[in-house]
Antibody
């Protein structure tokens, strides 16, 4: 049973850097994209970006200048770094797995538990 | 403003059939697969439909998906009170070179 366990700081001040890490338990790191998604309070889901097992990344254009997603295959972990945060970055942040093909091609099939991140002075 | 357009709300009575639409463009739904997610308050979303109309194991066959052109739909038949949740569509967008979500639809079971 594959599980994603995520952690990171939940309270930040404006201009600080958000850092979250997601560990993959019980499964392979290969042949998947590893994504970050966020959900502001009372709002919908927003894809932030993803990294594959080779370290290739894709980011949403609105955050591209501030976001870095990296992978550490030796630890089965991938991480999110978002610089210069503001109140608009307050959200629940999720990590998620996207298979290249099987079992559910190109879908977020496994999700982390979510991390509440609040940005406030 | 979400790239994929969903109605903000939908409702039905127990036993009814409800459909939720998801409208996109040629760069996303028109050329790529659509997936649907179900989310209950305070929990992570769960994959409900993948590759337009396929159900993951464990998802009741009351849930079905379809796609035509640049639009997709999620249908829930035999509506039950436990289906009350938020539903999101998602797809890859070739123009944006990224994944996009619909704004979500809150389903209320009356």
């Amino acid at each position: 049973q594959v599980q994603l366990q995520q952690w990171g700081a939940g309270l930040l001040k404006p201009s600080e850097t958000l850092s979250l890490t997601c560990t993959v338990y019980g499964g392979s790191f290969s042949f998947y994209y590893w994504s970050w998604i966020r959900q502001p309070p009372g709002k919908g889901l927003e894809w932030i970006g993803e990294v594959n097992d080779s370290g290739r990344t894709s980011y949403t254009s609105s955050l591209k200048s501030r976001v870095t997603i990296s992978v550490d295959t030796s630890k089965n972990q991938f991480s999110l770094r978002l610089t210069s945060v503001t109140a608009a970055d307050t959200a629940v942040y999720y990590c998620a797995r996207v298979p290249y093909r099987l079992p559910y091609p190109d879908a977020f099939d496994i999700w982390g538990q979510g991390t509440v991140v609040a940005v406030s002075s | 403003q979400s790239v994929l357009t969903q109605p903000p709300s939908a409702s039905g009575t127990p036993g009814q059939r409800v459909t939720i639409s998801c409208s996109g463009s040629n760069s996303n739904i028109g050329t790529n697969n659509v997936n649907w997610y179900q989310q209950f308050p305070g929990t992570a979303p769960k994959l409900l439909i993948y590759v337009n109309n396929q159900r993951p194991s464990g998802v009741p066959d009351r849930f079905s998906g379809s796609k035509s052109g640049t639009s997709a739909s999620l249908a829930i038949s035999g509506l039950q009170s436990e289906d009350e949740a938020d539903y999101y569509c998602a797809a890859w967008d070739d123009s944006l070179i990224g994944r996009v979500f619909g704004g979500g639809t809150k389903l209320t079971v009356l």
